[in-house]
DNA sequence: AAGTGGTCTAGACCACCAG
DNA sequence: TGGTGGTCTAGACCACTTT
């Protein structure tokens, strides 16, 4: 029932990490220190300061120490992943702010994006989410109301749209797209940047039984965030086409 | 210099798995017959097998055994695309111009890419690739000489190095970031495109048999290109995180 | 009952870095 | 020289599954 030794280490090391106490560049326990706090042998520490360290959190020196490590912004493209628990993962302050909501006559673009034969109304939201305060990315999306018609009455401060799609469809396909672009002047405004920056517009939609449940443009300021993604390859390998 | 034992014992299995001796589903020796086999401790054992299936590779079920895992739905956004071919498929014309050609020493930020503790002697190419005489992508790449010692010898204007080395090296990981840029003046000379248009910057690391084998970033003009993917998720559907 | 993985211990030797 | 991480051993107890 009680979770394991090295896994209480992590989480405590973890804690600390999110809460801010421990800022990146800090030095965590030594090996010997976490033995001598938690009465464990050195392998059990050793195994939470590996793993944590495999995971990201930390990067050890030999002979000098081990350090919480600087966690650059990056997401996964590979994935559907919450901005909000990623950003909390890196143990900042996140937060959303709504800047549209309606419903919409779909424009035949739309309406061909949603693979629909006859236009519709459809839902429409615009949102900021910030990082410590700082815009990262600028949500537009729109979205099937037959497929999920309880989204618009969703309180998105607290449940991120992704969140909540996720939770209430099975997303069986997706499409991605992701360009460069200049944002145009409102786009500007909502995040809050200059002029002359780039950014990156990650195009997505996805389905849900063969219906098209969302198209969604992720906009990010060049200079506040970069996609990632890093993967095994099957031993197969049939990675190359 | 000679590896740590885990790290052989993992070897041994993977080699199995990736000749296909070993396919998914297989049982894999259990801790006591890695034991005995290899004259090593159980621990020792324990741990190339753990971290085997943190990577992927196997699952492990407690009273039953380890065994080889079904390869997972993977597809990605990124995946390593031949561009000459990915042209070609348009019925466009493809052409590749060299640009530079050097063997050159590792900077430090260079050789903490590639994993090196010292710093050494990397290929490094610089070439333009062009679809019906316009130049769509901008290759800079960096190539281990020990992974891939024949790699400076070859005609890129027959075969693109991404081709080449898909071909003499088994892609084990992949690693991709992707970000919005304002090109250089040298870039924008090299893509000839205006003074305000941004790319996209896609930076590739490659790994084989656990050694960064290519660093390389691949410039995108924005009007030219976008990176895209479809794919279905797999029936067992775990990709919301 | 025998075998499996999951965890943990109390030592050990080594290479490395600091003062 | 003492502290650090990196590795390894030879035991141990446990919960679990299979025979």
Redesign the interface.
Known sequence: MTAPLYAKVKEHILEHIRSGAWTPGTRVPSENELVEHFSISR?TANRALRELT?DGFLSRVPGVGTFVKERPA?SS??????IAEEIAQRGHVYAAHIKKRQTVEATPALAEQFEMKHPARLFYLVMVHTENGVPVQLEERHVNPFAVPQFNDQDFAKITPTAYL?AHQ?????????????PTAEQRALLDIGE?E???ALHRRSWSRGHVVTVATLV?P?SR?????????????T???
Do not use: F, W
């Open positions: 392998m495999a990056r493209l590979l994935e559907l992943r919450n996720i099975p997303v069986d396909e997706l499409e991605h797209t992701v360009e460069a672009i200049m002359d780039p950014c990156l990010y060049a965030y970069a996609l990632y993604s890093r993967y095994k390859t099957s031993p197969s390998g990675l190359s086409q």
